[in-house]
């Protein structure tokens, strides 16, 4: 439709019609709609009667193309001018086909993979009917004891924005297409703002944060996305400096629509807006309605404050009709967008039903285990006891060696039973091998216990593999605790007393605790949740068919207490440096180092590589000039490799205190053995500017510090003026 056409339509709307539309419901409630009998259960508790059902606007959670048609079909048959709903659901990290965990695509640092990911996600998500997915979230993340850190890319702002942009391009496409191109869905940015920042990693707390690290730090990502066209975002449950970010008029309207610069919809998270009365700012549901549409929240997800409340706040002059046309307006153009208004089944009905669907496709499978492999980050190979070899009898032991809980929490569709476990791909990758599971992840019983260590006993090497359930993270899974249970440190410690090297796989959803593990283990791997090709791309890494490649998005710390622990911290008064170690009145911990056990960007190789020749081209540089670091990057090893080249900034002196370096670019390069390359980044003046006492975002004069290497140790190469 032309834009004045929708115009017109809003004009036909009548209020009542105005206010259904800005709210979304399950497909149940629908279900409910074709039976005329008494309306119980859920429609009661909202107190919906049947006759809101014809005008309520989208629809979330829906699993089948055959459950959209029935429930868009009845509905068309029912809602007086012909307005389609569009239907919206959580495709996370794939649909049916799933990817590894975001997390683990974090550590890809591989943005043509992430976007892979998002236009097979939106392939099999339209083919079941999906519109709208509630992906990318880009909530930057500190804290490992939050569940929902496996649904970010990690600590950096810089990393998150990289990610934002492929996602977003991945879903919705990079050219308006999708009014026309079905295989493309709606993305929804969230959750605005600073989620991840939960207090004490208890899910669903309070956030406060300054207005400068929300800036600085959360907003990036964000701000990325909307740059490359996200048309949604998502409102958080959290507090923003103490204001539920769903009633946040200054979050919602100063910083997402005039600074961001966002013009497309805002829809609440489940059940937000009536969150504000538990949250103790809204007296009733219709102070939640109030709030929430003045902080101009277009879409309420799951609860009826609008529905029940709008009407007498714009009949008694509270809320404008204005206020209630821009957000219709907003979930009309989302509509015209995907192209529901000209075919409300997105292609679905037109599709000959000999066509063969797309979903779980071998080449979708072939790229998840690409990202499988390439997510795999290897923490330690002593000995290089790594990658195994085709002559060694290789035992696969552990409560995850035989599990196909490696989904991990957002695979909603998902099924296990479709899924590779270790044991299963590395006897496709490998002769000798065998393997003893654990039925029960947590508890192993005496009879696995007894197998597992009679084939260890008998084998060259032993793999063992760990790690957490999918639903010990993701949402509402917070942990005070981030160590794997006590009977998988035993197992482990018990293996290592065999005296033949251990390689340790780890499953989770959340950087762990893993001091002991490592203590314990030969060579270490951190696998994630990697999805249905799981043993697969674990043994394409394990087997040497791929070298590993994965760098930790996210610091893993040395113990729980060491939370939130990430590179960028800013400086302190008393720094701990090498050299006053015996100094007292110092920045540390009395009882381990304030270094994490794995820093961010840390990840080996089966290969080595060397830094040499760099070179800059300036010394000093004004703010018209760009200033270039060459780096030549030698694979120094005897295997082929990638290798994530990292460069950081320091800010040396500023106006507030700054972090001690900073990404500000990296490129991931492929090298067969011997062979070198040289990197170049240019840096502009934007990548030297930060908020500053005043929140003007601009750049210092004087000295800054380049550091540049594999990981976020990098090593300090050179240093430049701004003159
Ligand atoms: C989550 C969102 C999700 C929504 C819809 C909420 O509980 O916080 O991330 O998109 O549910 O399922
Ligand atoms: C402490 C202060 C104390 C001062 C003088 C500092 O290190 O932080 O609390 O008053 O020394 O002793």
């Known amino acids: ?140 993340v500190r804290d490992p004891r939050w569940g929902r850190v496996m649904e970010s890319t990690g600590e950096d702002a810089y990393l998150n924005s990289y990610f934002a942009r492929a996602f977003v391009k991945g879903y919705q496409g990079e050219h308006g297409e999708l009014a026309t191109n079905f295989d493309r869905v709606a993305a929804c940015v969230k959750h605005f703002a600073a989620y991840g920042a939960a207090e004490a990693g208890r899910e669903y707390n309070t956030v406060d944060t300054s207005v400068r690290e929300l800036y600085q730090n959360y907003l990036p990502a964000y701000q990325a996305a909307i740059e490359a066209g996200v048309l949604l975002v ?4 959290n507090t923003v400096d103490g204001i539920p970010a769903t009633g946040n008029q200054w979050l919602m309207q100063d910083v997402l629509r005039k600074d961001l610069g966002f013009t497309g919809l805002v829809i609440s998270d489940w059940g937000a807006v009536g969150e504000l009365i538990n949250h103790g700012v809204a007296e009733n549901s219709k102070e939640a309605a109030y709030q929430s549409i003045q902080a101009g929240v277009d879409l309420e997800m799951m609860t009826s404050c609008y529905l029940q409340n709008l009407e007498a706040l714009v009949m008694e002059n509270h809320v404008q009709i204005e206020q209630i046309d821009a957000a219709v307006l907003a979930v009309l153009n989302l509509k015209n967008a995907l192209g529901l208004f000209e075919d409300p089944y997105r292609g679905l009905k037109t599709v000959a039903p000999t066509k063969k669907l797309r979903t779980m496709s071998d080449n979708h499978r072939r790229v998840a285990r690409e990202v499988a492999a ?17 002559e060694q009898k290789i035992a696969v032991v552990g409560p995850l060696a035989e599990s196909q809980d490696v989904l991990g929490a957002w695979s909603w569709i998902g099924e296990q039973t479709e899924s590779h476990h270790l044991a299963d791909g590395l006897k496709m990758a490998l002769p000798n091998v065998v393997s003893v599971g654990w039925q029960q992840n947590q508890q192993v019983t005496a009879e ?134 015996e100094q007292k009145y110092i920045s540390r911990y009395l009882d381990i180092p304030n270094e994490p056990l794995y820093d961010f960007g840390f990840g080996l190789s089966y290969t080595t590589f060397a830094y040499s020749n760099v070179k800059q081209s300036h010394h000093k540089i004004t703010y018209q000039e760009q200033l270039t670091f060459e780096v030549t990057v030698t694979n120094t090893g005897k295997l082929a490799g990638k290798e994530t080249v990292q460069l950081y900034l320091e800010d040396v002196v500023a106006t507030v205190a700054r972090p001690v370096k900073e990404l500000r670019r990296f490129e991931k390069i492929y090298l067969e053995a011997g062979e070198s390359q040289v990197v170049t980044f240019n840096l502009t003046l934007e990548d030297l500017c930060y908020y500053q006492r005043n929140l003007d975002f601009k750049a210092d004069l004087g000295n800054f510090n380049v550091y540049l290497g594999g990981s976020s140790q990098a090593e300090k190469v050179g240093s430049f003026e701004l003159i």
């Not at 998502?234 to 449950?237: I, V």
């Not at 390439?374 to 070899?389: D, Q």
């Open 1 to 140: 439709m032309k834009t004045v056409q929708i115009e017109d339509l809003l004009k036909e709307m009548t209020l009542t019609e105005k206010i259904a539309q800005l709210t979304q419901l399950t497909p149940q409630f629908f279900s409910g709609a074709s039976s005329d009998g008494e309306i119980t259960g859920p429609m009661a508790e909202l107190g919906l009667k049947a006759e809101d059902l014809k005008n309520i606007g989208s629809v979330l959670g829906t699993h089948t193309a055959e459950e959209v048609m029935k429930i868009q079909e009845a509905y068309l048959k029912t809602n007086r001018l012909g307005i389609p709903l569009v239907f919206m659901a959580d495709v996370i990290h794939g649909y049916r086909t799933i990817f590894p965990i975001p997390l683990a695509i974090g550590a890809t640092w591989n943005a043509d993979l992430a976007q892979k990911v998002a236009e097979i996600s939106a392939i099999e998500a339209s083919e079941a009917g999906v519109h709208v997915t509630f992906s990318p979230m880009v909530d930057l």
């Open 234 to 237: 998502m409102t958080a449950f």
């Open 374 to 390: 390439e997510s795999v980050v290897l923490l330690k190979n002593k000995n290089y006891a790594l990658p195994l070899r085709k």
């Open 448 to 581: 696995e216990l007894a197998a597992s260590r009679t084939i260890a006993h008998d084998a060259d090497i032993v793999v063992v593999a760990l790690g957490e359930s999918s639903e010990s993270s993701g949402e509402a899974a917070s942990l005070a605790t981030i160590r794997l249970p006590v009977e998988q440190e035993q197992f482990l410690a018990e293996l290592a007393d065999l005296g033949k090297p251990v390689v340790t796989v780890v499953f989770g959803g959340r950087p762990l605790d893993l001091s002991d593990i490592s203590f314990h283990s030969t060579a270490l791997v951190m696998a994630w949740f990697p999805g249905t090709e799981a043993g697969t791309g674990i043994a394409d890494v394990l087997s040497g068919n791929v070298s590993p490649s994965g760098k930790l998005p996210m610091s893993f710390p040395v113990t729980t207490g060491q939370v939130p622990v990430y590179y960028n911290h800013l400086k302190t008064g008393r720094p701990a440096h090498v050299g006053n170690n």
